[in-house]
């Protein structure tokens, strides 16, 4: 069993910035390939990132390239999303997931172990 825990959720302007973080235990972290989701209220959970097991291959939502950025630190086990220049539409409950694949893209059915989530909200 692995257990997922986000941090760093929170209540921030438009325009500005905020990071994530995942932490994932109970196996080795490197085998893992990590992803961020998101569900905004009444609406569908949606794919923001993803990062291989090595964090040599990424993967990010379109319509968030250049504002999203997914990293990791294996020496800490731990999975990072920056976020810049948010917007309203991003909040959200952001979610991070653990693939036993090492890429995993926005298919959520590669996921295998789901934190319990970290709400992000935007003001204008």
């Known amino acids: 069993q692995v257990h997922v825990v986000e941090f760093g959720g929170g209540l921030v302007q438009a325009g500005g910035s905020l990071r994530l973080s995942c932490a994932a235990s109970?196996?080795?972290?490197?085998?893992?390939?990590m992803g961020w989701f998101r569900q905004a209220p009444g609406k569908e959970r949606e794919f923001v990132a993803s990062?291989?097991?090595?964090?040599?291959?990424?993967y990010y939502a379109d319509s968030l390239k250049g504002r999203f950025t997914v990293s990791r630190g294996n020496a800490n086990d731990t999975v990072y999303l920056q976020m810049n220049s948010l917007k309203e539409e991003d909040t959200a409950v952001y979610y991070c997931?653990?693939?036993?694949?090492?890429?995993?893209?926005?298919?959520?059915?590669?996921?295998?172990?789901w934190g319990q989530g970290t709400q992000v909200t935007v003001s204008s």
């Open positions: 990062i291989s097991w090595s964090g040599t291959t990424t």
């Open positions: 109970g196996r080795a972290f490197s085998d893992y390939a």
């Open positions: 997931a653990a693939s036993v694949y090492v890429v995993a893209n926005e298919n959520s059915r590669m996921y295998d172990y």
